[in-house]
Structures are given as C-alpha cells and as structure tokens.
C-alpha cells in the first residue's frame, strides 16, 4: 500500500539487542490530506530509518504493509514502512528569497508602515 501524508510527530527512537543483533525503530505520526485528515502512526525499521527525510513538516509517499497478530486474546495493528520518499522539502536559502526582503528595494517614503 502506499500513502502521501505530512509527518507531524516524531516519538522517541527504540533500540535493543535481540538474538539477530542491534534493531532499532522509529515511529511516527503523518496526516493524511483531504476534506477529513487522519493521522496514523507508521512503524520504520532498522536500515529504513532516513533522519534527513523526517523533518517535521516534510511531505512523505511512504509504501507500507499492515499487519495484525493475536495476543492473549486482543489483535494489534502495525503499520510497517518499507519505503520512504520525500515528496516536498522546499527549503528557503537566501538565493531564494524575494528581492524584496532586502534593504535597498525598500523606499522610504516617509510613512512608518
């Protein structure tokens, strides 16, 4: 499956020692866009994870598998990434701002707005 959506959280990053090594994960909260927004919480794990590309704010395409298991009785969701995407990252660099932001484009004329 596959989703574009907007990261607006990040939870604390997990780590460990399992019998395959040292894993970590890292969950995260991303909005959905339309008339009603969603928020879900997407696992990343282990090589996946890419700090440069979870930046709050960030719009992510993020490919996904959903998986349920049984314990004692009760089903539990993940929602598993296995790719993702930035989609929009405008980042503003001086080169990029308005000419208009710079003093010498500013006239004065005598009002004081």
């Known amino acids: 499956m596959k989703i574009i959506a ?9 780590t460990g020692l399992g019998k395959n090594g040292q894993w970590r994960k890292q969950d995260i909260i ?5 008339q009603y927004p969603k928020n879900i919480c997407i696992s990343i794990w282990g090589d996946n994870i890419n700090e440069n ?3 709050i704010g960030n719009q992510l395409s993020i490919d996904f598998d959903v998986e349920s298991r049984e ?3 009760k089903w539990y969701t993940d929602v598993k990434a296995w790719k993702i995407d930035l989609v929009d990252n405008i980042t503003v660099t001086e080169s990029m ?3 208009f932001t710079s003093a010498e484009h500013i006239e004065d004329d005598g009002l004081p707005f």
């Open 6 to 14: 907007k990261l607006t959280q990040m939870l604390p990053l997990q």
């Open 30 to 34: 991303v909005e959905t866009d339309g």
């Open 53 to 55: 590309q979870l930046i």
């Open 71 to 73: 314990f004692n009785g």
């Open 97 to 99: 701002k308005s000419d």
